[in-house]
């Protein structure tokens, strides 16, 4: 057997490759270096050779150094971050307790120069409970002299108050209400005794107890002869309507109290030289 072909070049003969034509004509150059093995082999034939002497130790180690250097770079850069987050909270502190000794500083003024004042602090709290006094002594209290000058205003005319009874609460003591149903509650009972040169209209009177402030009910008693005329009894009922509340302030004051201060007297009760209790009314 004849191995003569073994001597021939596998890309053609040096003589068709140098000629412009070639023995085909189909290449005009160096023929492609053909690449023979599967798509992961990076074996070349024909190709220029190449020898690669590095070991792949040096190239892995290689590919360490730069991990390590990236790692180093991150770790630098964190350290960065927690030095300038340390430096900015240690400011912040600073401008902190700055801010709170200034306004130790200034409290401690306010309450040396609020020392100076300490008498009118003393007379303000003085007034205080001066007025929480008066209006806890003024909660059952009641405009007598004006509810009388009233009361003799429903009367008609020669009717006059000979004898005037009140029972009403205290400050310290409410007053006792009633047991019997449909009765309005009561904070004073008012039992007077009128006389009249005729005989009186019981109903009449009645009808005009009702116009008086804080008018609960009306109970008439007995009628009695006298040389002079008439007497009768009459027993009525008060409700918290007909308090003077004086020293309560104007926003708390009830509006259907407003008129138990009759004409002729002051707010605290005096009557003027005009009032008179005895004057009969229409």
């Known amino acids: ?69 990236s790692l180093r770079l991150a770790l630098f850069g964190v350290f960065v971050v927690v030095v300038v987050a340390c430096a900015g909270t240690w400011a912040f502190n600073g401008l902190a307790q700055t801010a709170l000794m200034e306004t ?14 300490s008498d009118v602090t003393i007379v303000k709290d003085s007034i205080k409970l001066i007025q929480a006094g008066q209006i806890v002594g003024d909660s059952s209290e009641i405009d007598w002299q004006g509810y009388l000058t009233k009361l003799q205003g429903t009367l008609p005319e020669g009717v006059t108050l000979t004898t005037v009874t009140v029972d009403s609460a205290t400050p310290l003591k409410s007053y006792a209400q009633t047991t019997t149903p449909l009765q309005g509650g009561r ?46 009894d009459v027993s009525m009922h008060i409700n918290a309507d007909a308090l003077a509340n ?8 009830n509006p259907s109290t407003t ?24």
Do not use: H
């Open 104 to 117: 130790k500083a200034q409290q401690q003024a306010l309450v040396t120069e609020q020392a100076k004042y």
């Open 259 to 282: 008129g138990t201060t009759a004409p002729g007297t002051d707010p605290t009760g005096a009557a003027t030289p005009s009032a008179s209790p005895t004057t009969g009314g229409n």
């Open 187 to 232: 904070i004073a009972t008012l039992q007077f005794t009128a006389a009249s040169a005729t005989l009186p209209s019981i109903p009449l009177w009645l009808n005009g107890l009702r116009t008086l402030p804080g008018f609960v009910d009306a109970t008439p008693g007995s009628v009695n002869l006298t040389d002079a005329g008439y007497t009768a």
């Open 1 to 69: 057997m004849s191995l003569a072909f073994l001597t021939k070049p596998i890309g053609g003969s040096k003589k068709d490759s140098e000629q412009p034509g070639g023995p085909k004509g189909s290449r005009s150059q160096k023929a492609d270096p053909i690449r023979r093995g599967g798509p992961g082999s990076s074996a070349t034939v024909g190709g220029t050779p190449r020898v690669d002497l590095m070991p792949p130790e040096i190239r892995l180690r290689r590919s360490q150094l730069r991990t390590r250097r």
């Open 246 to 253: 004086r020293f309560l302030p104007t926003s708390d004051k």
